[in-house]
């Protein structure tokens, strides 16, 4: 069964700390892609990362990072610099080839000034 | 550009009306889903279609239907509300089945009372 596991319904982090958001996947697939998301209040889903994995190298974008750590079956994001701005709930997700996606269950990150 | 376009955004139903949520995107993508999100929990795929009049159920399907007449189209039909059916809804489409970029609706927010 493919699955996603966020452990940390809550996050709390100073303004311009950096801050890490755990995320673990269960697949028996080889071929399979990782992914962030960030909802604001307002509900969109944003987009922010994406990790392929036969990618040998750790994703990054801007100020987000994805920690691949493929034995481990874990894709953490790493937020650096933080910002009031980020304040929203992450979701982590997972897609396996031909199939749509498996979200987590989120957390919640807030930015304290 | 609009992108994925999710009427209406609000709705309230009684329990065993019916009603059909709209999507639609101008991207010329062939791959669109839908998915649910219940308080505390991560996006839940509702049924997806890799083009037009193809159409699969997700992990869960039961109480929907769906149809893909058009590229640019992909109706939800709640048959027979029902309050467990309350629930935040997200269209998302993407260039194809492998592609990594997902652009998601802003959402709609149903209840069945």
């Known amino acids: 069964a493919q699955k996603i596991t966020q452990t940390q319904p809550g996050m709390f982090v100073q303004e311009k700390e950096a801050v890490t958001l755990d995320c673990t996947y269960d697949t028996s697939d080889q071929s399979y892609g990782l992914f962030w998301y960030k909802q604001p209040s307002s509900g969109e889903m944003i987009f922010l990362i994406y990790q392929g994995s036969y990618d040998e190298q750790n994703a990054t974008e801007g100020r987000y990072s994805l920690n691949f750590q493929k034995a481990r079956k874990s894709a953490n994001l790493v937020i650096s610099a933080s910002q009031l701005g980020d304040s929203a709930m992450y979701f982590c997700a997972m897609r396996v080839w031909n199939n749509d996606m498996r979200f987590g269950a989120g957390t919640r990150l807030t930015v304290k000034p | 550009n609009a992108g994925v376009t999710q009427t209406p955004k609000f709705q309230v139903l009684k329990t065993g009306q019916s009603m059909t949520l709209q999507c639609a995107q101008d991207?010329?993508?062939?791959?669109m889903s839908w998915y649910r999100q219940d308080p505390g929990m991560g996006l839940r795929l509702i049924h997806y279609?890799?083009?037009?009049?193809?159409?699969d159920q997700g992990e869960v399907p039961n109480g929907y239907n769906v149809s893909r007449s058009t590229t640019e189209d992909f109706p939800l039909r709640l048959l027979s509300a029902a309050p467990s059916q309350t629930s935040v809804y997200f269209c998302?489409?993407?260039?194809?089945?492998?592609?990594?970029?997902?652009?998601f609706g802003e959402g709609s927010w149903l209840t069945v009372v």
């Open positions: 279609s890799v083009g037009a009049g193809i159409t």
């Open positions: 998302a489409s993407r260039l194809d089945s492998s592609g990594n970029t997902i652009y």
């Open positions: 991207m010329n993508h062939e791959y």
